[in-house]
């Protein structure tokens, strides 16, 4: 008889009332739950095993949510979810850019946590995992989430992984900017165009000979953007 391995989900938060809720959500849902109080318990819980996603609140005592994601960041590349009662833009740009995969503003219901994490694993395991562009002129891995052009190896950031990857399964189509935002920041609370502006400067800085005149990431000007696989 094949036995089913269950997805596991390593749980973070101070407050226990939410961990006992969303573990039996999850629970029910099919994953190993594991649960953890803070961010030094995080760590040794990593120690016995990794899980398949990690999520973590961001405004606890002593090791925050931001320190215990980049802390993991450093160790692998585990795929994050952050959870906050603080809805301001600055944190869930800072979350979003350097750690998160995806972000949710407390309160939630936990069913929406549920189909977060079930994207999120889903988007973690599918689509090209790498990519050359212009005849080897640009590699990009997203499994190692890295690219290489004549300048050197730079480390892409989970946002930039997920805008290439969305651009990636269009290669020389146009992703109108409205996909962008829906597919790359999913259903974060205020997300706007300008997300996407800037993400496209910083990854352009690595992908780009001269980042003020694009090659492979280009804008079409009131639509979205495209990246060309020729360089062209």
Do not use: C
Not at 35 to 48: D, F, I, K, V, Y
Not at 138 to 154: F, N, Y
């Amino acid at each position: 008889m094949t036995t089913l391995i269950r997805p596991a989900v390593l749980l973070v938060d101070d407050d226990p009332t939410i961990l006992s809720v969303l573990a039996r959500r999850l629970a029910r849902e099919g994953f190993d739950v594991r649960t953890a109080p803070s961010g030094p318990a995080a760590l040794s819980a990593l120690e016995r095993g990794w899980p398949a996603i990690l999520v973590v609140d961001l405004m606890m005592p002593g090791m925050d949510g931001f320190e215990l994601s980049r802390r993991v960041k450093r160790i692998a590349d585990l795929p994050i979810i952050v959870l906050s009662a603080v809805d301001a833009s600055e944190s869930k740009v800072r979350a979003l850019e350097d750690y998160a995969e995806d972000y949710i503003t407390k309160p939630f219901d936990p069913d929406e946590l549920v189909a977060r994490v079930q994207r999120v694993l889903r988007r973690a395991s599918g689509g090209r995992p790498d990519i050359t562009l212009d005849g080897g002129e640009v590699e990009i891995d997203l499994t190692k989430k890295r690219l290489v052009t004549a300048a050197g190896s730079h480390a892409l950031t989970p946002v930039e992984t997920r805008l290439l990857q969305l651009l990636i399964g269009s290669l020389d189509r146009v992703v109108p900017t409205e996909t962008i935002l829906n597919r790359v920041w999913s259903d974060a609370d205020g997300a706007d165009p300008s997300y996407v502006w800037v993400t496209v400067r910083r990854l352009r800085r690595k992908l780009e000979i001269d980042p003020d005149r694009p090659r492979y990431l280009l804008t079409e000007r009131g639509v979205g953007y495209r990246l060309s696989s020729g360089g062209a």
